[in-house]
């Protein structure tokens, strides 16, 4: 009945024991302001509910493109960027090889495993999370993978890959669709935007999820050159974004300053909270673009629980290179104090 090697997958989990203070999925702590909703609701309500959006919600594509300064022929739109993952794999990689860095955003591999493809995993320094550039694109050169993903910021660890490395990778196999996750860019800043007209192979992947506070809407975009995303559209389902993500996705947009204020507040608490991080005895924490940080306790599961029993959620962290790590999301100003007194409870 099944794909013998759907058998052997694991189904993506998330642990949600009960909790006060959720700081566990790099959410935005901040819901949107009622008079955002109400804009949103506003726009459905006159919306023709009995009929079927456009296949590829191209007035929200046409303001995404309008945004980036791009063609809108080059952005495509999902339920999340983790379906623009799937379906990059889906267009790329089928009993083939996918590659991508270790640690890093988990649904790389997973994505990669369900349609049988290799994954070679390269591990970032130890020290400092930093790519190893040299044998990255060695490695590159010899296993020929049909598609790289790389998160800028990486996640979990939150270090940015410098624009120079990324671009080499680009560079180095024009046969090699490059995946640069900016599912962070907000909060960091740096973006391989600029690279998109000299790379048919480059693909930015962007989302609602994170900085624009809409993680339960799911939307996510893809930005590439317009030959590529028509390549890459023959393998989407039409009708995946219904009226009302559309709705909130142009309402975002054309609200960047309450956006820009939300990344403003969070990465002013991350640096707080990543120099009070640092002053708590046996906890090294990593230096973090993104709105989380990574950071190592001397026993993780004990100090998961300790805060769990105090009403704090965090993030296990489980794989090679983040043994006994934790990860926090940056919270309100008040989530992050409490969170730093459990945590500071011997
Ligand atoms: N990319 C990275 C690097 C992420 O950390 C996440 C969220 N966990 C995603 C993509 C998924 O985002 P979305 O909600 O758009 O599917």
């Given at each position: 009945?099944?794909?013998e ?7 993506y989990?998330?642990e ?5 203070i ?5 959410e ?5 302001p ?20 456009s296949?590829f919600?191209?007035s929200?594509r ?9 063609d ?9 960027s983790?379906s623009l993952?799937n379906?990059?794999?889906t267009a790329t990689a089928i ?5 991508t860095?270790?640690p890093?955003?988990?649904?790389y591999?997973m994505?990669g ?18 790519l190893?550039?040299?044998s990255?694109?060695q490695?590159?050169?010899?296993e ?14 939150g270090?940015?890959?410098p ?12 046969e ?5 996750d900016?599912?962070?860019y907000p ?7 600029p ?8 693909v930015i ?17 893809l930005?590439?050159?317009?030959s590529?995303?028509?390549e890459?559209?023959?393998?989407m389902?039409?009708f ?13 947009l ?5 956006v ?7 990465v002013?608490e ?10 708590i005895?046996?906890?090294i924490s990593y230096p ?7 950071f ?6 004990k ?7 105090q009403g ?10 983040i ?11 008040e ?9 500071s409870?011997?």
């Amino acid at each position: 009945m099944l794909r013998e090697h759907v058998k052997k997958l694991k189904a993506y989990s998330v642990e949600q024991p009960a909790h006060r203070i959720k700081l566990n999925q790099n959410e935005s702590p901040y819901d949107l302001p009622a008079e955002l909703k109400n804009k949103v609701i506003e726009k459905i309500r006159d919306l023709n509910w009995n009929r079927y959006a456009s296949p590829f919600a191209d007035s929200l594509r046409r303001a995404i493109a309008k945004k980036e300064d791009w063609d809108p022929e080059g952005v495509l739109l999902q339920n999340g960027s983790n379906s623009l993952i799937n379906i990059i794999v889906t267009a790329t990689a089928i009993r083939g090889k996918l590659m991508t860095v270790a640690p890093s955003f988990s649904l790389y591999a997973m994505e990669g495993k369900i349609f049988e493809n290799r994954v070679i995993e390269i591990p970032l320094d130890p020290e400092d999370f930093s790519l190893p550039l040299k044998s990255f694109l060695q490695k590159l050169k010899k296993e020929k993978p049909s598609v790289v993903f790389l998160a800028n910021p990486n996640a979990p660890t939150g270090n940015l890959f410098p624009e120079e490395e990324l671009l080499q990778i680009v560079k180095a196999r024009k046969e090699t669709i490059v995946v640069v996750d900016e599912a962070y860019y907000p909060f960091s800043k740096k973006t391989m935007r600029p690279h998109l007209k000299d790379y048919e192979n480059l693909v930015i992947l962007r989302t609602f999820s994170k900085a624009f506070s809409a993680a339960g809407i799911r939307l996510g975009y893809l930005l590439a050159a317009p030959s590529l995303a028509r390549e890459l559209r023959k393998v989407m389902r039409p009708f995946c974004i219904n009226l009302f993500q559309e709705a909130v996705g142009q309402v975002m947009l054309d609200h960047p300053g309450y956006v820009s204020d939300v990344v403003n507040q969070i990465v002013r608490e991350r640096e707080m909270l990543f120099n009070e991080l640092k002053k708590i005895p046996g906890t090294i924490s990593y230096p973090s673009q993104a709105n989380y940080i990574l950071f190592r306790v001397a026993n993780a599961s004990k100090t998961y629980t300790s805060l769990l029993d105090q009403g704090v959620l965090v993030r296990p962290m489980h794989g090679k290179g983040i043994e006994n790590c934790l990860r926090v999301t940056i919270g309100t100003p008040e989530e992050n104090r409490l969170f730093l007194q459990a945590l500071s409870k011997p």
